[in-house]
């Protein structure tokens, strides 16, 4: 079932794994499947969160079905902004509001703000400090809206993969402002991720920790296994990543 893909402007696009007519019939599926112990899971994240759509091809979860609502783009700290570029806020919301309560629901954001935005918003009168803190609160504050109705997780934020930004044409230079090595890059989305992961133990969400799977600890760096093949290209190889988010998952007992 091919994902319904709008435009929303030049630079936006959103792929939602399901159409309304699906959605529906994926209602009456679930009522279905919950007697055979199956499971679903909701995602929704930046470009990054295409790795849910590649486990779904690759049929690499046998009881457990993905969604997936993706915006390229899309950051933590737009979480609070209605009226971000991406638009991504009111959309998810819009998504959440007709998921049933109760399901999984699975947030993959971050690598722009870890990457990008938090290094330059930094260079503005401002710190690295404070920029991730304006990141995380708009990122758990979001969050902790659906903690009441659903059952919340949050994967760690994926690595910086490319060691350079100055000399990489990706993303059409747009990251060539940020100076900030692949060393500091990384430290920096560590800290992330470990707030990120004490804020679920904490409310009662769910860490997706794939953290121990990527960062080679000899470098502490990523491992270069999951370096795209395409020099342009900071996502993972995909089949490798859709593979590691899978034993992440089988960890918490999808399967």
Known sequence: MAPTLFDRGNDLRVRVGLTRSHALQLGITKAILG???????????????????????????????????????????????????????????????????GSNILFHLGEVDCGFLVWVRAKNNSSVALEMDKSLNSYTKFMENYLDTMRVHVSSVPFPSIRDYSSWGGLDNARREVSATIEERTGLTREYNNRLRDWANKVGAVFVDTEPLLIDETTGLLKDDFINLDPFDHHYDPEIYANIIVKALNQLGFR
């Open 35 to 101: 007697k055979v112990n199956f499971e679903i899971i909701h995602a929704y994240g930046d470009s990054h969160a295409r790795v849910f759509a590649k486990i779904k091809n690759l049929d690499l979860l046998s009881r457990t079905l993905l969604t997936s609502c993706v915006i390229d783009g899309a950051t933590a700290l737009g979480m609070a902004n209605p009226n971000s570029n991406t638009n991504a806020m009111p959309i998810f919301k819009h998504n959440l509001s007709k998921t049933s309560k």
